[in-house]
């Protein structure tokens, strides 16, 4: 009898366990899987997968990058945020504390920099003849090479407007300032609603080649077919305009982590505690809460992270001449962040699958000139737009990742010039200003930051149903 009830158990409680196991079927999808269902496998129109870029990202990239960001030739940028809105009348600037930006005072930022952004600009401007200039550079800074002068005032005379993919700073404005980025970080603000709103919706519905007839997913105060229209569309245009929209939603996608990933938890008289809020990043990346649209944004941010990672490892030959210097005016310090940086660089073009950017502007050469100069004046229009952002934290840090995406741009769509610069002395066909060089670097460190971020909402997120 006692062996019959033993059995009986058994089987009780093989039932039990086979009941435990369905039991999470029939429950609603936890979180981790409700973000992250489709940001796994292979990228639409790359040969990738996230899984390999999380590796290389997280464990090999990341903290080098770090590293360098943090040094005085990348913290200090030079920005003017008091540009007015060229679209449209808006004196509306957001009031709280936390969208302010602190610039620096003059002498708080290395004589190398500010003396190198006077040099590399007005003088040239003020003098036609490159002896005279290079003799007036030799007087200003005794130390600078016969070389490093030379590309000093090519950097001054380089007129890029014919290959900007963006609407530059004028840096000697009287209203342009330097800010420290390590005291200005990218995180939650508070600013959002309808202002917020007019700015994506400019970029979007005006600059990415949409149709109006054809209705973006999630658009406010439209009918919406849970993106089937849109999606439509999107796969029948041509890789160019599909990359371009993709490019945009990526670099969206990566603003809302960075706003998720510091947003501000604690405000007390005492002290202010940020960190991540995994309900804001559910709000903004939840496949039911987004209806669906959560997990394609995170998708398209691994799209702009191959495209920025692409042309670091193309514009390596630029960074390794002698005559480059990533100058600050500290010689042992100027030294070893040149050495980190092309560290760097020699990393990325280790990456083993990269995007081939190849397939752009590929077909009848008349057309694919007519296609990239649209491409080029739509992502400028963008970049113009960011001086219509009412709050000067979050317009701070959308021109410096719209410039260092648009450097990005540049660089790829330069590579023919870019194999022809010597190995020694000046680069004449191709250049890169210091803005730039700050901006690509940056920017890219914020993609980076949102990929790894990425892994640490996984984990918050395991437990959340």
Request: aromatic residues 12%; glycine residues 6%; negative net charge.
């Amino acid at each position: 009898m006692a062996a019959e009830e033993e059995q009986e158990m058994s089987r009780l409680r093989l039932v039990l366990l086979l009941l435990l196991l369905a039991l999470p079927a029939a429950l609603p999808r936890g979180a981790e899987r409700r973000c992250f269902c489709q940001v796994t496998g292979v990228l639409d129109d790359c040969t990738c997968d996230v899984e390999t870029i999380d590796a290389f990202n997280n464990y090999k990239l990341f903290p080098r990058l770090n590293e360098l960001l943090e040094s005085d030739y990348f913290r200090y940028y030079k920005v003017n945020l008091q540009k007015p809105c060229p679209f449209w009348e808006d004196n509306s600037h957001c009031a709280m504390r936390d969208c302010a930006v602190q610039p620096c005072p003059t002498d708080e930022v290395p004589d190398g920099i500010r003396s190198g952004s006077y040099k590399y600009s007005e003088e040239a401007n003020n003098f036609a003849d490159e002896c005279e200039e290079a003799k007036r550079l030799g007087a200003v800074d005794d130390s600078l090479s016969k070389e490093t002068r030379e590309a000093v005032l090519q950097w001054a005379q380089h007129d890029d407007s014919s290959d900007s993919f963006c609407e530059a700073d004028d840096i000697h404005s009287p209203d342009a300032e330097y800010v420290d980025l390590l005291l200005n970080p990218e995180r939650y603000t508070g600013y959002k609603g309808p202002d917020a709103w007019k700015i994506w919706n400019s970029i979007y519905e005006e600059n990415c080649f949409k149709p109006q007839n054809v209705k973006r997913p999630l658009a406010s105060g439209r009918g919406d077919d849970g993106g089937h229209t849109f999606y439509k569309w999107l796969k029948g245009v041509c890789v160019e305009k599909r990359a371009f929209y993709r490019l945009i939603s990526g670099l969206h996608a990566s603003i809302n982590i960075h706003l998720s990933a510091r947003y501000l938890l604690q405000d007390t008289w005492s002290e202010k505690k940020w960190g991540p809020n995994i309900t804001e990043f559910q709000q903004r990346f939840d496949e039911v809460l987004t209806s669906g649209e959560g997990p394609r944004r995170l998708k398209n941010l691994y799209f702009l992270y191959l495209i920025e990672l692409r042309a670091l490892s193309k514009v390596l030959p630029f960074f390794e001449r002698p005559s480059f210097q990533l100058y600050t005016g500290n010689k042992s310090q100027d030294a070893a962040m040149k050495h980190l940086l092309l560290e760097i660089l020699h990393l990325a073009k280790s990456f083993p699958l990269h995007f081939d950017e190849n397939s752009f502007f590929a077909g009848n050469k008349k057309e694919a000139a007519k296609l990239k100069e649209e491409f080029r004046l739509h992502f400028k229009n963008i970049s113009r737009i960011m001086d219509c952002v009412g709050c000067f934290k979050c317009r701070l840090w959308g021109k410096l990742q719209t410039q260092g995406l648009g450097t990005a741009l540049k660089i790829l769509f330069s590579e023919n010039l870019i194999e022809k610069i010597p190995e020694s002395g000046p680069s004449y066909g191709f250049q890169l200003t210091r803005q730039e060089i700050v901006a690509l670097f940056n920017a890219f460190g914020r993609v980076s930051t949102s990929v790894k971020e990425l892994e640490n909402f996984r984990n918050l997120l395991q437990n959340v149903r």
